[in-house]
């Protein structure tokens, strides 16, 4: 016997953003994607730090990368206006930061947003 189990859920959802800081020639690109069941949402996000720009075969922008942070998540709306989470999330530095690779970091956050 099989059972099939649904929630009330919408298709998923996400953006992609591409910061450039034109002072200090840094930027970051992030990725977020995620989706919603009822009062439930789990997703996870990823982002490059950019510590430069430059030009590939002599025609191609490319940015250089020095750091990928990584979160998943999941969110639970009490009421129209606040929401708790839990974020894991990682911070890794890649060779060309500069920095040592003990430097990465991880975490677990608790979140609480009120909307007004």
């Not at 789990?42 to 990368?65: D, N, S, Y």
Request: aromatic share 12%.
């Amino acid at each position: 016997m099989i059972t099939l189990f649904t929630l009330n859920c919408s298709a998923i959802e996400g953006h992609f953003l591409v910061r450039y800081n034109t002072l200090e020639q840094t930027g970051i690109g992030k990725l977020k994607v995620y989706e919603d069941f009822d009062r439930w949402q789990v997703g996870g996000r990823f982002q490059a730090e950019l510590g430069g720009f430059g030009i590939r075969a002599g025609l191609i922008p490319t940015g250089k990368p020095i750091s990928q942070t990584y979160e998943g998540f999941v969110n639970y709306r009490i009421t129209e206006q606040i929401t708790v989470g839990l974020v894991s999330w990682c911070k890794h530095y890649l060779a060309q930061s500069g920095n040592s690779p003990t430097k990465d970091k991880t975490g677990l956050d608790i979140k609480l947003k009120y909307e007004f």
